[in-house]
């Protein structure tokens, strides 16, 4: 595993925890949880499972400035309560930036997103 250099104070309860970090390439797990769910059916917000993709993606371009500046997503199935999902993020060059491919699938194998992220490695951090 390579040194993670960005996104250190990210929470592992929220978004994950990385488990595999590799140059160009990143694996986050996120086991969700009874406060994810939005209804009595124990369905996971989407907005979690974007927030593991999210932090996959960052690691995977693992720069210290790296910032998400646009994403196209799908989720092709539903996320419950009690699933550990990974989301596995590789990195693409292009002429305009770094573009970010990112699967998410539960630990029973179900694929439940794909998207593709851009993303941008300013000079100094956007808050400067």
Known sequence: MVEQRTHARTSERYVGRPVSLEEGRAVVELETTDEMAVDEHDLVHGG???????????????????????ADVSFSAPTTVGDTIRATATVDGDADGLVVECEVETDGGDRVFVGTFECAVPDEHVLS
């Not at 979690?48 to 646009?70: K, Q, R, S, W």
């Open 48 to 70: 979690f499972v974007f927030g593991a993709a999210d932090y996959a993606a960052m690691l995977a371009v693992n720069e210290p400035t790296v910032v998400l500046v646009g």
